[in-house]
């Protein structure tokens, strides 16, 4: 029973983070992510420009821009600008962490993260794995 009402509230914060992908300005790929403990969501992001740059994720010749930060980077530096601490929280993105992200997640404290896709690169997944964090990969519709 508890698995069934935990993975209800996967799917709802999921879907939240899907929503939330929606604010991205990239064209070529929108991710959203939210840091999720004991139920209150602490922070949130999606992949996009820093701060004071110019809303456009991609060159001329539709490359991403080098600087484009992802959406789990963008939550991870945000709870970190809080009062809140991400020790122990579950880490909710639409698209499975790259390697990089990964390292930030571990660094974090964060202890799950719940994911719709998988991202053509899982070396991100085997690091948190390798790290004891729970992975869970759960598509929404």
Known sequence: MQTD??????????????????????????????????????SDGYNGTPAGFENVCEDDDNHTKPYVLHAEANAITKVACS??????????V??????????????????????????????GIELLRRAGIECVLLPIE
Do not use: H
Not at 5 to 30: F, G, H, P
Not at 84 to 92: C, I, R
């Open 5 to 42: 009402k935990q993975e209800l509230l996967d799917l709802r914060y999921l879907r939240m983070a899907n929503i939330w992908a929606e604010n991205s300005y990239c064209r070529r790929r929108k991710v959203g992510a939210i840091i999720v403990k004991d139920k209150m969501i602490i």
């Open 94 to 123: 639409t698209s499975s962490p790259c390697i990089e992200c990964s390292k930030l997640i571990i660094q974090a404290g964060i202890k799950r993260v719940v994911f719709a896709e998988v991202y053509r690169l899982t070396d």
């Open 83 to 92: 009062n809140n601490s991400s020790d122990g929280a579950t880490l909710y």
